[in-house]
């Protein structure tokens, strides 16, 4: 079992981790990820990167996933711990600091008092005032 720490949040998946590689089962890389085997290489929703010729295996086996390849491949960091029990995918700390640079919001959905769902991209170009809290 290995824990697995991705933008959407942490994940217990049944993988096979060595030093270089995290072979996941493909249901459990699309839960964590959102990265699928199709015929066209992996995809992410619309989004497919072809995998080198002749290399696919190091990628896709079977019903298996190595997302830690996959990660590398797209230039992003794929980091585990000293024994291989945790694993962390993210984006890039060029990505992220772009994104904080661009000052927008990452998009989000919220309940109104009535249930009514908002998300943050319906007011884009108006003024929104947010307020949070929390207990600590």
């Known amino acids: 079992m290995v824990t697995l720490l991705t933008e959407s949040g942490e ?10 590689a ?44 190595n997302l830690a390849a996959l990660w590398r491949h797209l230039g992003q960091p794929a980091v585990r711990s000293d024994r291989g029990h945790a694993w962390v995918l993210s984006e890039s700390a060029g990505e992220r600091k772009a994104a904080l640079a661009s000052l927008e919001a990452p998009d989000f959905a919220l309940p109104d008092p009535s249930g009514r769902m908002h998300r943050l991209s319906d007011y884009r170009g108006k003024k929104v005032f947010l307020v949070t809290w929390a207990s600590w």
Not at 11 to 19: C, K, L
Not at 23 to 47: D, F, I, N, Q
């Open 22 to 65: 995290l072979w996941c089962p493909a249901r459990a890389a699309l839960e964590a990820t959102g990265w699928e085997a199709k015929p066209e290489g992996l995809c992410k929703g619309s989004v497919c990167v072809p995998l080198p010729a002749g290399r696919e295996r190091e990628f896709v086996d079977g019903g298996r996933i």
């Open 11 to 20: 994940h217990e998946v049944n993988a096979e981790a060595s030093t270089e």
